[in-house]
Every structure is written in C-alpha cells, then in structure tokens.
C-alpha cells in the first residue's frame, strides 16, 4: 500500500535533475518542480508548501513567507542566503539550510580564471582579433607569480583559491575574523587586520558574505588604503564593493583592473557605473555555474529538505535561532 503524502515540496526554480528524483523517490513526499516560476505563479503555489529548494533567483522575502502557512523549511542550493529574510523566516519558525560546500571547486577554479583573464587581457584580445585586429602591443600582461594575493574570506571558497594560487608561486595574505588560526597555519597563509591586507596586496578576492560589517566594504575609503595598481576580483556578492567607488577608482588609474561576476542587482542596469569601462572584466554571475556545481549542490538542498521534513534532522541552518526556540 502506497505511503499516504505528509509534506509537499516546492521547487520554484530550474535545478538538476538528480536532485528531482531524490525528492521523487522519498515516501511521504510529494513534489512540484516546474521550473523557473514567475513571482506570481509562485507566490500562488507556495500556500501549500512544506518546503521549498531554491536557488538564487528566488526571493523569499516577508511578502512570499506570509504566503506560505505550512512551510517548515527552505533550503538553498548554493552558498548565500541573502536572497532569503532570515528574520521572517524566524519569526515563522521556518529553517534555512544551506550547501555551502557544493559550489566551491568551481568557484574557486572560476575566481582564478577571472584573475588570468583580467591579469593578460584575454577578453579585449579575443574581441579585438575577432573584430579584424592584431593588437599584440595594446595588451600587455602581468604575471600572478611573485604578485601578493589578498583573500577577504578564507571560507572554503578562499581556502581552496589559496591552494590553487600557491601552485601559481603568489603569496597569500588573509583577512577572516571568524576563522581559527590554526587553519590558516595549516595553509601557511597569514592572517593580517583588513587593513594590512588592503595595503599589501597587487590581487584581492572577495568571499566575504554580505553583512552589515562587509556592505559596501570595498569603497573610497578602503581604496585609498590599498596599494597602486591593485586588481579587485569579485565572485562573491555585489554588495561587497561601492560601485560607484570602485568606478572612480579605476577610472582613475588607482585600481588597475576588475573582475565581477557579481552585482548589487542582477541583471545589472544599463546604467550601471562599472559596465563599459574599458578596464573591468564582466560576466554574469558564472561561478558557480557548471553541471558538477549545479548537480551537487542541487542533490545537497534536498537531501537537507528530506532529512528535515521526514528525520527532524537541520543541518547547515542558517538561522540557528529558529532551532533554539523549537527547543
């Protein structure tokens, strides 16, 4: 006799298939996966959720949250959690979960490539040779050999840019005010005060999650603290950098090149100030985005839905408190 349905999960976006049939295969589970929903159509179908996988498409604000009577769980496949309102989601007793180890090979691979690309002009150079041009002396590179990397967030993500770029003879410096330091010993990677970081380095990655400390962090003031010359890699949240700032800056010459594959809104508007300038490379928030990223963590997010829903089992939370105050 088939196992009567308790929980229905909501999947209101496209994720791969293996994740599904996990969901699919579970008695005592019943699924709606029809893709990438228009706000609309989801804020209708979320009334009966138990549980929702989502990615970074989808926000979960107050308005949708307020829709969803039953829902218990949501769980994010990927890192950030920013598009969720963790304090509504509190106050609701809903658990945010999520994967925050599945995406990081490719983002990490993906931060390095931003890094070669920007460091030798290999996008100017493909469009310059494509547009009918031979352009050898306009693109003159730099080395990452020798050159100091600064990390800002030496999570997993930093950690394994820190391996890859030590394969690339830099020296790593790192700013992590919640990591022990024995783990950055174990890399040989120095942990300095963020200043010391903006000052030291020819390269700074951003893998800082968005909060009120890290907003707009990489601004005229923390510029000015920087070493001449300096190339910013962004990969993480657009939030991270002042646009407007950074703008100015590299406008000016006193920061030499960027890479963002991230921002404040996303698509970024025409207007955006840092879309055009001849020395920022731009590309539409790709990290994370290959089939072995989106599989993993696509199978993580449901395996935490299912282990929630049928075990009473939370990890990764997000919002530790919710589990505090079910306690």
Same mark, same amino acid.
């Given at each position: 006799?088939?196992?009567?349905?308790?929980?229905?999960?909501?999947?209101?976006?496209?994720?791969?298939?293996?994740?599904?049939?996990?969901?699919?295969?579970?008695?005592?589970?019943?699924?709606?996966?029809?893709?990438?929903?228009?706000?609309?159509?989801?804020?209708?179908?979320?009334?009966?959720?138990?549980?929702?996988? /989502? %990615?970074? !498409?989808?926000?979960?604000?107050?308005?949708?949250?307020?829709?969803?009577?039953?829902?218990?769980?949501?769980?994010?496949?990927?890192?950030?959690?920013?598009? $969720?309102?963790?304090?509504?989601?509190?106050? &609701?007793?809903?658990?945010?979960?999520?994967?925050?180890?599945?995406?990081?090979?490719? @983002?990490?691979?993906?931060?390095?490539?931003?890094?070669?690309?920007?460091?030798?002009? =290999?996008?100017?150079?493909?469009?310059?040779?494509? !547009? !009918? %041009?031979?352009?050898? *002396?306009?693109?003159?590179?730099?080395?990452?050999?020798? *050159?100091?990397?600064?990390?800002?967030?030496?999570?997993? /993500?930093?950690?394994?840019?820190?391996?890859?770029?030590? #394969?690339?003879?830099?020296? /790593?410096?790192?700013?992590?005010?919640?990591?022990?330091?024995?783990?950055? +010993?174990?890399?040989?990677?120095?942990?300095?005060?963020?200043? +010391?970081?903006?000052?030291?380095?020819?390269?700074?990655?951003?893998?800082?999650? $968005?909060?009120? +400390?890290? &907003?707009?962090?990489?601004?005229?003031?923390? /510029?000015?603290?920087?070493?001449?010359?300096?190339?910013?890699?962004?990969?993480? %949240?657009?939030?991270? =950098?002042?646009?407007?700032?950074?703008?100015?800056?590299?406008?000016?010459?006193?920061?030499?090149?960027?890479?963002?594959?991230?921002?404040?809104?996303?698509?970024?508007?025409?207007?955006?100030?840092?879309? !055009?300038?001849?020395? $920022?490379?731009? @590309?539409?928030?790709?990290?994370?985005?290959?089939?072995?990223?989106?599989?993993?963590?696509?199978?993580?997010? #449901?395996?935490?839905?299912?282990?929630?829903?049928?075990?009473?089992?939370?990890?990764?939370?997000?919002?530790? +408190?919710?589990?505090?105050?079910?306690?």
């Amino acid at each position: 006799m088939a196992a009567e349905t308790m929980f229905h999960v909501l999947v209101p976006d496209n994720v791969h298939q293996k994740a599904i049939d996990i969901l699919r295969g579970r008695a005592g589970i019943s699924v709606s996966a029809p893709g990438k929903m228009e706000r609309n159509a989801l804020l209708e179908a979320v009334g009966a959720a138990h549980a929702l996988v /989502i %990615r970074s !498409g989808v926000t979960a604000d107050a308005e949708l949250i307020s829709r969803a009577p039953e829902l218990k769980a949501i769980a994010r496949a990927g890192v950030g959690v920013d598009n $969720v309102d963790l304090a509504a989601a509190t106050a &609701r007793g809903i658990v945010v979960m999520n994967t925050p180890g599945g995406n990081t090979i490719s @983002t990490a691979e993906y931060t390095m490539g931003l890094m070669l690309a920007l460091s030798r002009h =290999i996008a100017p150079g493909h469009q310059s040779l494509a !547009g !009918g %041009r031979w352009d050898r *002396k306009a693109y003159t590179g730099v080395e990452l050999k020798g *050159k100091t990397l600064g990390i800002i967030g030496l999570g997993r /993500i930093g950690q394994a840019i820190a391996k890859r770029a030590q #394969a690339f003879e830099m020296a /790593i410096v790192a700013h992590d005010p919640y990591l022990p330091p024995a783990v950055a +010993e174990a890399l040989g990677v120095p942990l300095l005060e963020l200043h +010391e970081v903006y000052a030291r380095s020819d390269y700074l990655t951003l893998h800082a999650l $968005v909060t009120d +400390e890290t &907003r707009s962090m990489i601004n005229a003031s923390s /510029i000015a603290r920087m070493k001449a010359g300096v190339r910013i890699i962004n990969a993480a %949240r657009g939030a991270l =950098i002042d646009s407007a700032a950074l703008a100015a800056a590299l406008s000016s010459g006193v920061v030499a090149g960027a890479a963002l594959d991230v921002y404040e809104q996303e698509p970024p508007p025409g207007d955006h100030p840092l879309i !055009g300038l001849p020395n $920022v490379l731009h @590309t539409p928030h790709l990290a994370a985005s290959t089939s072995d990223a989106q599989a993993t963590v696509a199978v993580e997010a #449901a395996e935490l839905v299912l282990a929630y829903l049928l075990d009473g089992v939370a990890e990764n939370v997000c919002n530790r +408190e919710v589990l505090n105050a079910k306690d």
